[in-house]
């Protein structure tokens, strides 16, 4: 057990894998950098440096540079996971989806079951999402939730460091097409992260926080804001629970019920566009599933229905925060 | 190369069961029996046949919308095919995929594709496992003349040579992409396209078999030896629609009828091995027979199979969920 950023916590579960199974190769633009230059090699190990390290313990022929071309090696990796191999690709902006989306919700998702169950798909897709960055439009959106909508795809949004190994190596030891999203804004947080590999199970929740007055769902960085949001109102006479999907694909829904029913209060915290995204999902699940118990409205704190803004102040506003979050939390329990 | 009697046997057996195959699926889909879309590939069987001779169970291929000849000439089962296409139980996917998807992994046949172009990236893939995993197999993309101005396949082409996968790139060019001409919709020549990416290529007579599998032997030994990716250009007709029901009023007075007798690829094969003295009327005559038979109990069978059940739909989403 050591200190560990969200960096570090992916890559040792990328190379831990590597070093485990011959057939996991890693695939995408500059995840070593410097292919076919003078210079350095491994230079970039990815735009972030996530992959970084790799390339120099696993060679060219298992860390794959790429052409600029998404629809070709994100459907190379459906195609080489199909016939034997267990690819990790890096798309890497989730905006880019939209190059080469074929590949993921027509190839990649429907494979198995087009063929009758005799294709095996084990592709994790890796991307980087998220506000904070001052990257503007076109390289902030929070779109998992597209992926969710896809039958044949499983969603994983970690929350955290240990959470990003464990569900790394999960997502790489399971045989569906994975999408693995990485928050931007994460790589350098830092916690205590076992050494040796461990994978955490999809579709089971983590619940961070315990209550009894308010549940809160979060996703993702959100995560951390709700504990926040918890830890301080716990203060205050307002207990909540802080509930974790993990994976939004399986979605864990009986942890949430489950919490609903105890407590009668529900907040859905999430960073993507608030029209038929995860909020609205689970906002949709509890109120068909769990109508009785509740107490008081569900609210559902996301971003406005924009996209994501260049200005620093405009971004500032744009990402649901602490005190929204809050906010929505002391309104459902009747403190507002 | 010389192909040998059985070889010849075998060709002529593989090309006049997508013959009979793709007429009976024509008029039973006329009769109202399949549904859906069906795009058949009556016309262009001696490119599919002469190029998966070369090729053997550890390569793989991918098909396009008009995937019926690849398959059966990659050796998958003609009556699980048929039922398939029916929609039914013990169909070669369970009745999930139909004709756009029909495929057979455990055959090195990586499906029909529904997208225009959905292929190349996957033979990518596929050929990328063959040379991490140095299996000696190669992959080989079909794609027709309208998936050749996608640019999944242009990237592919650019991804392949990039990596020297042992990939080959088919074009298909039966003159019409749906209901548009490929001499309007492909700019440039397409040996030229290749050879841009730094890829050989040939452009072949798809109505002649013997070309078709020379030209597929060698390039495929090329590419199989690490010679990097390939290329070849098929000039061919369809004989029927883009899809069943479409009435071809795009195509010239005559313009298939002439196909039909002037270029046809069985009767030209058969001109060609009679006249040479390698097979006997008789032996081919026998096939033909023999083929109509397994067509006719092919579709007894699918007209009898079961509906999948409800629990089915379900199925096969996920490996686990």
Same mark, same amino acid.
């Given at each position: 057990m050591s200190k560990k950023s969200f960096r570090q916590a992916v890559n040792e579960a990328l190379r831990d894998e590597m070093r485990r199974d011959s057939r996991v190769i890693l695939m995408g633009?500059?995840?070593?950098?410097?292919?076919?230059?003078a210079g350095e090699q491994?230079?970039?190990?990815g735009p972030l440096g996530v992959t970084k390290g790799l390339m120099p313990e696993f060679g060219r022929e298992r860390v794959l540079d790429t052409p600029i071309s998404e629809s070709a090696f994100i459907g190379a990796a459906v195609g080489a996971a199909a016939t034997g191999l267990r690819p990790v690709a890096?798309?890497?902006?989730?905006?880019?989806?939209?190059?080469?989306?074929d590949q993921i919700l027509n190839q990649a998702a429907k494979l198995r079951y087009m063929f009758g169950g005799k294709a095996t798909v084990p592709v994790v897709i890796r991307t980087m999402f998220g506000a904070g960055?001052?990257?503007?439009s076109q390289h902030s959106q929070g779109l998992y939730p597209l992926f969710a909508h896809v039958p044949g795809l499983k969603v994983v949004v970690p929350s955290s460091p240990y959470e990003a190994k464990g569900l790394m190596t999960q997502a790489i030891r399971d045989d569906d097409p994975v999408i693995f999203c990485e928050h931007?804004?994460?790589?350098?947080d830092q916690e205590d992260v076992p050494d040796e590999p461990y994978a955490i199970p999809f579709g089971e929740a983590n619940v961070t926080r315990e209550g009894d007055d308010v549940t809160i769902v979060a996703i993702g960085r959100m995560v951390k804001f709700a504990n926040e949001v918890a830890d301080k109102l716990g203060k205050q006479g307002i207990s909540c629970t802080v509930i974790d999907p993990?994976?939004?694909?399986?979605?864990?829904?009986n942890t949430i019920i489950d919490s609903v029913e105890e407590t009668g209060r529900l907040v859905v915290v999430d960073?993507?566009?608030?029209?038929?995204?995860m909020a609205a999902d689970i906002a949709a699940l509890v109120a068909q599933d769990a109508f009785k118990a509740l107490k008081a409205p569900v609210r559902m704190v996301t971003p406005p229905h924009t996209p994501v803004p260049f200005s620093a102040a405009l971004e500032d506003i744009y990402i649901p925060g602490v005190p929204r979050i809050e906010a929505a939390v002391r309104a459902v329990a009747g403190q507002a | 190369m010389e192909l040998n009697r059985e070889q010849l046997l075998a060709a002529y057996h593989q090309m006049r069961t997508i013959r009979e195959f793709e007429e009976r699926v024509h008029r039973e889909f006329s009769s109202g029996s399949i549904p859906g879309f069906v795009h058949l590939y009556a016309g262009e069987e001696a490119c599919a046949v002469g190029v998966c001779?070369?090729?053997?169970?550890?390569d793989y291929i991918a098909s396009t919308h008009r995937g019926h000849g690849h398959c059966i000439a990659k050796g998958c089962d003609v009556k699980a095919m048929m039922k398939e296409i029916f929609g039914r139980?013990?169909?070669?996917?369970g009745g999930k995929g139909g004709s756009m998807h029909i495929a057979d992994m455990s055959k090195g046949m990586m499906g029909a594709n529904g997208?225009?172009? %959905?292929?190349p990236p996957l033979i990518c893939g596929a050929a990328l496992t063959a040379k991490t995993l140095k299996t000696g197999g190669v992959a080989v993309a079909f794609v027709g003349d309208g998936g050749f101005n996608q640019g999944t396949t242009l990237e592919s082409m650019n991804l392949a040579a990039v990596w020297k996968l042992p990939a080959i790139f088919v074009l298909?060019?039966?003159?019409?992409a749906e209901s548009t001409a490929s001499s309007w919709s492909i700019s440039g020549e397409p040996v030229k396209r290749a050879a841009g990416f730094g890829i050989p290529g040939e452009q072949v007579n798809g109505h002649d078999f013997f070309a078709v599998y020379e030209a597929a032997r060698k390039a495929i030994s090329r590419t199989r030896e690490g010679g990097g990716p390939s290329f070849l250009h098929f000039k061919v007709s369809r004989y029927?629609?883009?899809?069943?029901?479409?009435?071809?009023?795009?195509? %010239?007075?005559?313009e298939v009828d002439k196909v039909r007798a002037e270029r046809d690829c069985l009767t030209l094969f058969r001109k060609r091995v009679e006249g040479a003295g390698l097979l006997k009327a008789d032996q081919l005559d026998t096939i033909d027979k023999e083929v109509a038979a397994l067509i006719d109990a092919a579709v007894a069978e699918a007209k009898a199979a079961p509906e999948p059940s409800a629990e089915d739909l379900l199925t096969d989403v996920y490996a686990s969920y």
């Open positions: 633009e500059d995840i070593a950098g410097g292919m076919g230059a491994d230079a970039w190990g890096d798309l890497m902006f989730i905006d880019f989806m939209g190059v080469c989306f960055f001052r990257a503007a931007k804004a994460m790589y350098d993990r994976t939004i694909s399986p979605l864990d829904r960073e993507a566009s608030p029209r038929c995204g | 001779m070369n090729l053997s169970a550890k139980k013990g169909g070669l996917c997208i225009v172009g %959905g292929g298909e060019d039966n003159g019409y029927f629609g883009h899809f069943e029901g479409d009435a071809t009023t795009y195509r %010239g007075a005559g």
